[in-house]
């Protein structure tokens, strides 16, 4: 295809150059920037030599000359002269050997050089004439001109040395002769010189711009070539017919080179590795070469190992000449070094935690999909390990996240100690742990596994100065039996894991079918649950609390309940938890705030409605404005609202709970603290804290009038303690006549119980207060029971000499129930002897007898412990 012509191509306009630039006497950024004044300088370097022996024998010459004329001024004069010169000269050739000066510098000091020495030159040359003889002075002319050709010739290449040199010599001549004809004369000369130095420095400018500029002269490709070699990723190679290397750029040579071994001359295949991982490199380099086919994008690396690992993406490509003769291989490569870190670094963050080394959950999910996946063959087990940490969120809370990072990378080793080379450990976020055990399912080895591995992460970890306690806990599936693909493992696992920790925490748990159902039904109450509250199926019950002195209903606590459209009522133990896990239970405890203090409304104004707030509910900052919103609806006053609060709200030991005492004693309600005892067991927040009223927890109620029971004293203290704090005391669970009596006797200011009936719908809480006139009246028994057990079992029973079978009922440690006996008279007050376990009797009275059933009474306590280590204790359940 040919060439365009130059009135084609697009005009491209910059700054024209000014004289010294275009000399290379100062830098700018015109067009002169294209001109190799470096090439210029280094040919003055190349020829200097030759002008500094010029130099020497024309300073010899004279100088011996003028030594043999014995005039000593002479002599001193030309010996001082010619010494200059060749200091001079030798300067100059020191200088332009330095290659860390620029170009510029460089011309200027020729410039600097050539006046110096066309001053000396021309005074040796003055210095001739003095000579005795007409060979002399003729002989010392030459000497004194052959050196003035020499340095112009030397100076040539420097348009701007070459001038400065002989306008110094025009200068010397209007010195030593003053202004004569032959002075004009050179000054004219140098004046042609002057124009003729500008237009070829002017024309030096404007042919290398056009080299520089044209695309098909090899200037410009060459310095972009080496532009790129030198300061790009890239580089060039080249090969003889053989397939020996001829060419590598230096870069690249002086690499490969670490190894002690020059590549030039190598064979191509012995320089370079493949990468056979790499895809489309099914055919290698030395197919390649024997088949003269061209090549690229192959990925490779230096045969020799070095020291830093490098990577090379090549191409290639045979050359043919003109006459189709095949030359060798040329071809080019760039970096990939830089490029296969990040990727591997990439890698490194898409596959394995940033914390702690462990592989990530991507890698664990495919791991396991590669574990189950077995298409041919025997299939081999696959187990599952689901670990969490507990008690971690204590150690970030209290401690620091950097605190908990450091005790994650110590969780991540013991955890890679313990397992060892059975197994796969990842990492899936936070504090929780998997465990992928391939061909694993040893009923024996895989709870020894995981109680290892308990036991390892459950030992102390010191940390900055602090000794730190944590626990975990497993929880274990199985494939194939417990999921054929790696969802329902996990999923499976997550239950098992739920169950270990519903367990008590740091155990391990295997996954089983209930589990699974379990979830389901969990599952469908929490849909069950956001249809009830749309739907009104919640609904309140209320039940009494009583002046222990009066006997006088002063208020009443809201209970939920739920009656279920098809489950019918569902227990609120049941269903709360659900709520809370859910996040509901703000909706619902809402509902019921709203709705307690409606019906409320309707009650006389000393009686008071307590409502239960949940710990989710109080660590919303929200909630004194939901209370002041519900209290300002129903028009009530707020002292008659009685906030019940557990004691796991301190849980927390942050300001936000101060904060929120304060805002909810700024509104006027009351604050009850609930199931005092069974929570946090502190009484350090006793002292800030600003409840009214401690309840009491019902498990210090039950029993309290038994002989022997401790509780009592426990009740007393509690009553003590909040009396000296100004506080009121709820007896809660009081069921029992005796039980009234006993708290009224240690000073309790309030009972709530079934003593006084079972919670009450709204409107029933009207009728008992309008019945009773407001005092409420105790029902059940007398006195209190101890407790006993249900169950179906088969007995000896001895009356007289006569033995026979009854069945067990009921029995507790003061007596039991029996049936299947029959009398033709009243029986009560008859001893017997019954066999309750095998070889021991225990002596009994009847004491009532009726529809068949029988109760007895021991004549001694019995220990009804002993019955849970001779019976199933699956056979037995509590006593209502």
Known sequence: MARSS??????????????????????????????????????????????????????????????????????????????????????????????????????????????????????????????????????????????????????????????????????????????????????????????????????????????????????????????????GTGWFWQTDRDGRLTYLSEKVAEVMAEAGHSPIGSPLTDAFQMDTTAPGTERTLGFHLSSRTGFSDYTVRPAMRLAVERWWSISGRPVIDDAGRFQGFIGSGAD??????????????????????????????ASLDQSLNQPVGPYRPTTLFLLDLDRFKAVNDTLGHQTGDALLKQVAQRLLRAVGDAGLVGRLGGDEFQV?????????????????????LSQPYSIGGNTISIGCSIGVAIAPQDGRDSETLVRNADLALYAAKADGRGVHRFYREELLQGAKNRKQMEDDLRHALVQNQFHLVYQPVVCTESARLVGFEALLRWEHPDRGPISPADFIPVAEDCGMIEQIGEWVLRTACLEAAKWPSHVRVGVNVSTIQFANPALPSIIANAIARAGIPASRLELEITESVFLDESDSADAMFKALKGLGVRLALDDFGTGYSSLGYLKSAPFDKIKIDQSFVRGAAIT????????????????????????????????????????????????????????????????????????????????????MRNALIAIGQNVGEVRLRNISASGAMIDGLDFNRDPVGVAVRLEIIEGEQVAATIRWARDGKVGLEFAKRFDIERLNTVVDPMRFKKAG
């Open 708 to 791: 022997d029971s401790r509780n009592a004293p426990i009740i007393h203290a509690i009553v003590t303690l909040a009396s000296t704090l100004g506080m009121e005391t709820t007896a809660e669970g009081v069921e029992t006549l005796d039980e009234i009596e006993l708290i009224r006797t240690l000073g309790c200011s309030h009972i709530q119980g079934y003593v006084y009936g079972k919670p009450v719908r709204a409107p029933d809480v009207l009728v008992m207060l309008r019945d009773g006139n407001g005092i409420a009246t105790p029902l059940g028994y007398r006195t209190s029971r101890p407790p006993r057990l249900t169950l």
């Open 436 to 456: 992928i055990l391939p061909g694993e399912n040893e009923a024996d080895r895989l709870p020894d596994l995981a109680r290892e591995i308990i036991g390892s």
């Open 6 to 231: 130059d009135s084609s191509r697009p005009t491209t306009h910059v700054r024209a150059s000014s004289l010294p630039e275009a000399l290379g006497l100062a830098r700018g950024d015109g067009p002169a920037e294209a001109v190799d004044f470096m090439g210029q300088v280094r040919q003055l370097a190349t020829i200097w030599p030759f002008a500094l022996f010029a130099h020497v024998a024309t300073a010899f010459t004279i100088g011996l000359l003028t030594f043999l004329s014995e005039d000593l001024t002479r002599i001193r004069h030309v010996f001082t002269q010619a010494g200059a010169m060749m200091v001079l000269s030798l300067v100059m050739l020191v200088l332009l050997a330095l290659r860390s000066r620029t170009a510029q510098q460089q011309i200027r000091v020729a410039v600097v050089v050539g006046i110096g020495q066309a001053v000396l030159v021309g005074a040796l040359l003055w210095e001739t004439q003095y000579l005795p003889g007409q060979n002399s002075q003729t002989t010392a002319a030459i000497a004194a001109l052959g050196a003035i050709s020499a340095t112009g010739i030397a100076l040539y290449p420097v348009r701007a040395a070459l001038f400065g040199f002989c306008a110094a010599l025009t200068a010397m001549v209007f010195v030593l002769v003053g202004p004569t004809t032959g002075a004009l004369i050179a000054s004219g000369c140098l004046f042609i010189l002057a124009v003729a130095t500008r237009r070829m420095a002017l024309l030096d400018v404007a042919q290398a711009q056009k080299s520089f500029t044209d695309p098909g002269n090899g200037v410009m490709a060459e310095r972009l070539i080496r532009e790129f070699e030198t300061q």
């Open 336 to 365: 990939l070094t830089e490029k296969r870190r990040a990727e591997a670094e990439i890698t490194r963050l898409a596959l394995y935690d940033g914390l702690t080394g462990l592989a990530n959950r991507q890698r664990m999910r």
